[in-house]
Nanobody
Framework: QVQLVESGGGLVQAGGSLRLSCAASGRTLNRGHMGWFRQAPGKEREFVALISWSGASTNYLDSVKGRFTISRDNAKNTVYLQMNSLKPEDTAVYYC?????????????????WGQGTQVTVSS
């Protein structure tokens, strides 16, 4: 089993930056691919970013390309989401998730482990 705990959310003004962290535990973590999803109030949960277990491959939602960067430090069992040039439409609860299979078009069902989420609020 993989346990995931997100942190780093908060309130930031439009144009600002925020760095989310996802601490992972479990013996399979270093072989798992890690992703970030987000869910805004009244909206469906949507895929944001994915990184392979080695860190060599990534996927991003088109609307966050060039603004968000996913990375991982396997020695620290931690995955990060650096968010720059934040917009009010980025406001959501952000979740990290783990999958053993790579996905090019990622959906919730592709991921077997989920964190509880961290709130990101971007003011205008």
């Amino acid at each position: 089993q993989v346990q995931l705990v997100e942190s780093g959310g908060g309130l930031v003004q439009a144009g600002g930056s925020l760095r989310l962290s996802c601490a992972a535990s479990g013996r399979t973590l270093n072989r798992g691919h890690m992703g970030w999803f987000r869910q805004a109030p009244g909206k469906e949960r949507e895929f944001v970013a994915l990184i392979s277990w080695s860190g060599a491959s990534t996927n991003y939602l088109d609307s966050v390309k060039g603004r968000f960067t996913i990375s991982r430090d396997n020695a620290k069992n931690t995955v990060y989401l650096q968010m720059n040039s934040l917009k009010p439409e980025d406001t959501a609860v952000y979740y990290c998730a783990a999958t053993m299979a790579w996905c090019r078009t990622c959906r919730q069902a592709d991921f077997g482990s989920w964190g509880q989420g961290t709130q990101v609020t971007v003011s205008s």
